[in-house]
């Protein structure tokens, strides 16, 4: 079975510009998640999506976050304009049902903003 | 929010020594979670926690889901050198809210 795809693996802007993540979850898992995961700290969850709709979004930065998963499969999130306080790793995840939290992560894409 | 007290921060053990760490909240958690992540690559997936007073294992880990729902424990017995990384803790709550812990960064000398 394959795992969670993510990509770019790496990516390297100027503050002020924009980026954009792509996630390819697990087949058949419905529950979509996005971290950010900034260097020496746990993950945190930006946005949780239950098939296309938004679950949780609580702690995404919207002015300058966004994400969306059309057809409740792949999923992109979004930067414009980068900080330099961006720069982290955005790990994508998936799970198989809903409520059972278990999760299966992607590489991540780790993001330098300068 | 919720905030998860991981603990220790960092270990560095002799390789056959038994590992134990944990994980402490204020807040009550309807999941528990532990995860080991290594350098460059994602969180993966040890041992899931659902109930209180749960006690799971995996191989060489294993994990315990508190009694009063706001902590969680893991041990690994017998480490070997390919133990090494960072353990993470992760709560869920029963409306969806999931937070993860800070991380105890595991070194095993052989």
């Known amino acids: 079975e394959a795992g969670v795809a993510q990509s770019p693996r790496y990516k390297i802007i100027e503050k002020r510009q924009s980026v954009a993540f792509w996630c390819n979850p697990i087949?058949?898992?419905?529950?979509l998640y996005w971290y950010q995961q900034i260097l020496g700290q746990g993950p945190k969850l930006l946005i949780q999506?239950?098939?296309?709709?938004?679950?949780?979004d609580s702690q995404l930065p919207k002015d300058r976050f966004s994400a969306e998963r059309l057809k409740g499969v792949d999923s992109t999130l979004k930067i414009q304009p980068a900080k330099l306080e961006d720069s982290a790793v955005y790990l994508c995840?998936?799970?198989?049902?809903?409520?059972?939290?278990?999760?299966?992560f992607g590489p991540g894409t780790r993001l330098t903003v300068t | 929010g919720q905030q998860l007290n991981q603990s220790p921060q960092s270990m560095f053990i002799q390789e056959g020594e038994d590992v134990s760490m944990n994980c402490t909240s204020s807040?009550?958690?309807?999941?528990w979670l532990w995860y080991k992540q290594e350098p460059g690559e994602g969180p993966v997936l040890l041992i899931a926690?659902?109930?209180?007073?749960e006690l799971t294992s995996n191989g060489r880990l294993t994990a315990q889901f508190g009694i009063t729902r706001k902590d969680s424990f893991l041990n690994i017995s017998a480490s070997i050198p390919s133990d090494v990384g960072i353990y993470f803790c992760?709560?869920?709550?029963?409306?969806?809210?999931?937070?993860f812990g800070q991380g105890t960064i595991l070194t095993v000398h052989p």
């Open positions: 926690l659902y109930k209180a007073g």
């Open positions: 807040s009550i958690f309807n999941t």
């Open positions: 995840a998936s799970s198989p049902l809903r409520g059972t939290y278990e999760q299966y």
């Open positions: 999506f239950q098939n296309n709709g938004v679950v949780d």
């Open positions: 992760e709560g869920g709550t029963s409306y969806g809210k999931l937070t």
């Open positions: 087949s058949g898992h419905a529950t």
